[in-house]
């Protein structure tokens, strides 16, 4: 791959894509530009347009998106769906018709139906209802990967979809509102050990099985993905390994230095019993994922320590 080739990362600044940023300057790639959402909106079509124009990227990596969780999805519907619509639209639309070669979509792993058998195989797409509480978002997506794959099909470019599984580490969303369950027990635990060691209360039983992908192992998946040409339109990117939310905790709490008691509010709704994706598709391609869980989650709140004041104000 030419290090000089022109990369444009939408949503350079986000918990992904700033990872893929880093880890393409660590590599050498001279070319990288972005733009945040004040200084293009993506979701405006003409001015998306106008931008390829003038860039004209070689490669466009897609990891600008409306997120959320549960909650955020259940009460803003429309823009979940609507906004991510757009914001992927606008990217794909441009980059055909500006002859971008490549173009890498992001997507989740909530695009699979909810009662998916374990390990999730990428065919298993489309195959049975979603899961309610966050279609909006899903079927977003999902128009994402049928986009890329009907490129890919017309056109034969190097349009790709890579599906996540839930990620971590730094530039996470701390924030107990909307953040995700590791970041959230990361912040929850350390607010609690500097308070006396106070307990921690958590939702669920802690039974649920997850898996968690290190963000800088997916930034990888990302440059590989970049670098070879994969035979398909669609890859799972993953551990392959799940564990409980309580072992989770657990492991978070040791890694914290918490030494108080951990209470769990088993009225709070646990969510589906499993989700772990099968990602062995993308390992014959030839990558794996390498962070372990412990060293990525000493490696997160080590940077959560590190960075908790600059930006309390922003993502707090
Ligand atoms: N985090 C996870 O656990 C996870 C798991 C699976 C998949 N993913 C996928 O990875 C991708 C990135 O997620 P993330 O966690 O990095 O999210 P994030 O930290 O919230 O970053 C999202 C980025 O999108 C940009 N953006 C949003 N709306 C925009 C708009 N209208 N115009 C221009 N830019 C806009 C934001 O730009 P500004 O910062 O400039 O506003 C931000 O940089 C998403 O597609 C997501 O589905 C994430």
Known sequence: MNREA???????????????????QS???????????????????????????????????????RVGGIMANQTYPYPFLMENLQIQNN?????????????????????????????IKEEYLLTSPLESSNEWYA????????????????????????MPTNLYGPYDNFDLETS????????????AKINGNRPVELWGSGSPMREFLHVDDMAEAVVFALENKLEDNLYNVGTGKDLSIKDLALLIQDTVGHKGEII???????????????VSKLAREGWRAKIRLEEGIKNTYRWFLEHQDSFKEVKF
């Open 6 to 24: 022109k990369i444009y990362i939408a949503g350079h600044k986000g918990m992904v894509g700033s990872a893929i940023a880093r880890k393409l």
């Open 27 to 65: 590599l050498d790639y001279s070319n990288i530009i972005g733009k945040s959402s004040k200084e293009l909106d993506l979701r405006i079509q003409r001015d998306v347009n106008a931008f390829f124009e003038v860039e004209k990227p070689d490669i466009v990596i897609d990891a600008a998106a």
């Open 91 to 119: 990217l794909i639309d441009a980059s055909i018709k500006h002859d971008v070669e490549k173009f890498i979509f992001l997507g989740s792993s909530c695009i699979y139906p909810k009662l998916a058998p374990q390990p």
């Open 139 to 162: 079927i977003a997506k999902i128009a994402g990967v049928k986009a890329c794959e009907a490129i890919r099909r017309q056109y034969g470019k190097d349009y790709v979809s890579l």
């Open 180 to 191: 995700h369950v590791l970041p959230a027990m990361i912040r929850k635990f350390h607010e």
């Open 264 to 278: 769990w509010d088993a009225t709070k709704p646990d969510g589906t019993p499993r989700k772990l994706l099968d």
